[in-house]
C-alpha cells in the first residue's frame, strides 16, 4: 500500500501561479510512475504530467506552463503551474504505480478564475 498526501492547491488568478506538492509513503525505487492527473465536472479524468520510466510526459495542453519536480529525498513529487487559465480549474489527484497497483491521493481543488 502506497499512501499520497496532496496540498498546495487553492484559488489563483488567470495568468498566476501555484504549486502542488505529493508525498509518497514509499520510497522512489519502489515506484514505477508517479505523477498528476486533472478532473473536470464533467469530463473523464486525465494525465497532466509524470514521471515514467526515467523520463517524464506531459498533457500538451501543459506544456511549456506546467513542471512536474521530484525530491528522492522527501519521496516528494511537486507540480509548478504556471501561467494558469480558467480551463486548468480542476480538482488534481496524485497517481502512482506500483508493478500493477494504482494509487490515488485525495485530490486537491485548483481554481483559477478573477
Known amino acids: 500500500q502506497v499512501q499520497l498526501v496532496e496540498s498546495g492547491g487553492g484559488l489563483v488568478q488567470p495568468g498566476g501561479s501555484l504549486r502542488l506538492s505529493c508525498a509518497a509513503s514509499?520510497?522512489?525505487?519502489?515506484?514505477?510512475?508517479m505523477g498528476w492527473y486533472r478532473q473536470s465536472p464533467g469530463k473523464q479524468r486525465e494525465l497532466v504530467a509524470t514521471?515514467?520510466?526515467?523520463?517524464?510526459k506531459y498533457a500538451d495542453s501543459v506544456k511549456g506552463r506546467f513542471t512536474i519536480s521530484r525530491d528522492s529525498a522527501k519521496n516528494t513529487v511537486y507540480l509548478q503551474m504556471n501561467s494558469l487559465k480558467p480551463e486548468d480549474t480542476a480538482v488534481y489527484y496524485c497517481n502512482a504505480l506500483v508493478i500493477t497497483s494504482m494509487y490515488w491521493g485525495q485530490g486537491t481543488q485548483v481554481t483559477v478564475s478573477s
Open positions: 514521471f515514467i520510466g526515467g523520463t517524464t
Open positions: 514509499a520510497s522512489f525505487s519502489s515506484i514505477n510512475a
